[in-house]
């Protein structure tokens, strides 16, 4: 079990395995092999990373993900599916985590209204409406991240070669602006480094009436200014959730990172190398962590892009 979830996690700059939709993903298979890996990388038994590469360190990752994957899961069966995992013996360390995820996927859903016979016909006509709530506009950019995710890193006629090494950050954000405008079918806008509070400003916001801007945080995650885990970390930690969440009523953003080729792996803080998937699902990780901290936010989503000429695709699912 260690071996197949060091494998799942990627590790020593590759990817693990690239399936658009992997099965095991899927809220009913995925409770099961939560179940089989708390029971077999047993937290009790996680070691500290000595900065030596070991299988025993990406299943730990992996491991790291998953309640949080099947939190995020759309299927209305996966609350139910938390709610078993509750009592799990081999969750007990995580029982607090899964009462948070359970009531975060409650206030959701208590959230989000009935579609109206017109909205329910727009939906099906342009596959999205116009959100109505802070977590349906959530959900309705990530789904446009989603189609730009796949864009660049699947499409047989790519975007991969709209963005280069010597692009700065700048350039990668009105990219991602011209991007979402497109993909917007005027259920938002995208106004650019307006003022959020105390004359912080995000990379980008989206604005939709009715309902809370949402901050977009974007760094070159192998660019000369933010290339290392530590600093992303901090940006992650002080920029997006310390300033930009900091507002009453904006309770969900998103952390973008973007890779150009420039190196092929990123170090962890004990010197295990991470491919850009992993470095993803670190940082999520960690933004998770946080928001389970905060009453007042109910959700960061990190985000990877990878513009490398050379590099796989990643499949929906990292989003």
């Known amino acids: 079990m260690i071996g197949l979830c060091a494998a799942l996690y990627g590790h020593d700059g590759h990817d693990g395995p690239a399936l658009p939709s992997p099965e095991y993903m899927a809220p009913r298979h995925l409770a099961r092999l939560i ?5 077999y990388v047993r937290p009790a038994d996680d070691t500290e990373r000595t ?17 949080s994957s099947l939190a995020d899961s759309l299927d209305p069966i996966a609350g139910s599916l938390l709610e078993d995992l509750r009592n799990e013996p081999c969750l007990a360390s995580r029982r607090e ?24 016909r727009e939906f099906r006509d342009a596959f999205a409406y116009s959100p109505r709530t802070d977590y349906e ?17 699947r499409a047989r006629v790519s975007a991969r070669g709209d963005l280069h090494r010597d692009d700065d ?21 995208v106004p650019q480094e307006e003022e959020i509070d105390a004359e912080k400003y995000p990379d980008l916001h989206l604005e939709a009436p009715g309902v809370p801007a949402l901050p977009i945080e974007i760094k070159w995650a ?36 973007a890779a150009a080729g420039r190196k092929s792996y990123w ?28 009453e007042d936010v109910q959700a960061v989503q990190v985000v990877s892009i990878d513009f490398a000429p050379t590099a796989k695709g990643q499949a929906d699912r990292n989003i």
């Open 35 to 39: 179940r089989l890996v708390f029971r």
């Open 137 to 153: 506009f959530f959900r309705l950019a990530l789904a446009r991240f989603a189609d730009i995710k796949r864009s660049v890193e």
């Open 51 to 67: 900065g030596v590469q070991a299988p025993r360190d990406d299943a730990q990752g992996f491991r790291g993900s998953l309640l």
């Open 169 to 189: 950050e700048a350039r990668l954000r009105q990219w991602l602006a011209r991007q979402l405008t497109q993909a917007a079918r005027g259920h938002y806008t």
């Open 222 to 257: 192998d660019g000369s200014s933010y290339g290392t885990l530590s600093k992303l970390l901090e940006r992650l930690e002080n920029q997006l959730l310390g300033d930009y969440l900091r507002p009453a009523e904006t309770r969900y953003g998103i952390f973008l990172i």
């Open 267 to 294: 170090l962890d803080l004990s010197g295990h190398r991470l491919a850009l998937n992993g470095l993803r699902t670190l940082l999520q990780s960690r933004a998770d962590q946080l928001v389970a901290e905060r």
């Open 97 to 120: 985590y899964i009462v948070h995820l359970i009531q975060r996927r409650r206030t959701m859903a208590a959230e989000r209204p009935p579609l109206t016979p017109s909205k329910f």
